[in-house]
């Protein structure tokens, strides 16, 4: 599966963005979702971990297409 995203031009550095973009939009997620009326802070604190959750698969991914590059 790696070697076929790192043929399709996915570099490590892609994946990396993704988990960064992935941290802030979980921050982004939950303040949004604590700001709307009748959204409990519970369910704001599920948005946020449930998108922040994608962090650790794109840096993993990362690694996985950083060993591809060094092939």
């Known amino acids: 599966m790696i070697e076929k995203l790192s043929e399709y031009g996915l570099k490590s550095e892609h994946a990396y963005a993704g988990g960064f973009a992935s941290i802030a939009l979980s921050f982004v997620a939950y303040f949004i979702s604590r700001a709307r009326k009748g959204d409990s802070k519970a369910q704001s604190d ?13 840096f993993a991914l990362g690694v996985a297409l950083k060993l591809e590059e060094k092939k």
């Open 46 to 58: 599920r948005w946020g971990i449930f998108i922040g959750h994608w962090a650790p698969t794109f």
